[in-house]
């Protein structure tokens, strides 16, 4: 059973559709981030739950609507996306230790990541 | 600002031969950390290895070791003995705050036989 799971690998959806990412982490970790990687751009960190705090990247199109109902399960809603939403979406998952500037120096550890295709 | 540049977008190396990947940082945090992931074709990013800003003696993993100058705020990252699962991007990252990894570009390893 590896560390992240993602689901599912490959996604094609009409820009009308709405669909769900899924992410389950077996570590044991505190925190789940979202990242968005589009062709020839550095990662985008799109949001953060950790020590139930929910940090989000206020660039971020509300047309993505993350859930985490617990610490090992992680979402992201989907609906009306635009064709230029169209990318790998990772999953990953920390330890972090409290502090006043959510800082961690745990690695990250990543699923495989969902492709997704917006037409 | 906080930035990451990875100079290299792509680079041919020879199976069994050395590699170094460059990475370059700019901070005014005088605490930080330096990640180097790996990302097969497969989509998951790997971590290869981590360096503190503080740490007194550059950090190795295996075939992996980060050539850490501080002062010309550099983190290369060093493959001893390339093979050709080594085939692959590879991604420097620095810790900012609020949870964020600042990541630079990639640079796009592919090993010879």
């Known amino acids: 059973e590896t560390g992240v799971t993602q689901t599912p690998r490959h996604l094609v959806m009409g820009m009308t559709n709405k669909k769900s990412l899924k992410c389950e982490q077996h570590?044991?970790?505190?925190?789940m981030y979202w990242y968005k990687q589009s062709a020839k751009k550095p990662l985008e960190l799109m949001f953060v739950?950790?020590?139930?705090?929910?940090?989000e990247n206020n660039s971020v199109p509300s047309r993505f609507s993350p859930e985490c109902p617990n610490s090992s399960h992680l979402f992201l809603h989907l609906h009306t996306l635009q064709p230029e939403d169209s990318a790998l979406y990772l999953c990953?998952?920390?330890?972090?230790?409290?502090?006043?500037?959510?800082?961690?120096?745990?690695?990250?550890?990543f699923g495989s990541g969902t492709q997704l295709s917006v037409l | 600002a906080q930035k990451i540049t990875q100079t290299q977008p792509g680079m041919f190396v020879q199976e069994k031969e050395a590699v170094t990947l460059d990475c370059t940082y700019d901070?005014?945090?005088?605490?930080?950390?330096l990640f180097w992931y790996k990302q097969p074709s497969s989509g998951e990013m790997i971590f290869l290895i981590y360096?503190?800003?503080?740490d007194q003696q550059n950090a190795t993993e295996g075939r992996y070791s980060l050539n850490f100058q501080k002062a010309r705020k550099s983190a290369n990252l060093v493959i001893s003995a390339s093979q050709l699962g080594d085939s692959a991007m590879y991604f420097c990252?620095?810790?900012?705050?609020?949870?964020?990894?600042?990541w630079g570009a990639g640079t796009k390893l592919i090993i010879k036989p």
């Open positions: 570590l044991g970790h505190n925190a």
């Open positions: 901070t005014s945090d005088p605490s930080y950390g």
């Open positions: 990252a620095m810790r900012a705050l609020n949870y964020q990894l600042i």
């Open positions: 739950y950790s020590l139930e705090e929910r940090v």
């Open positions: 990953a998952s920390s330890q972090v230790y409290g502090g006043d500037r959510g800082w961690s120096n745990e690695k990250l550890f």
């Open positions: 360096q503190g800003s503080y």
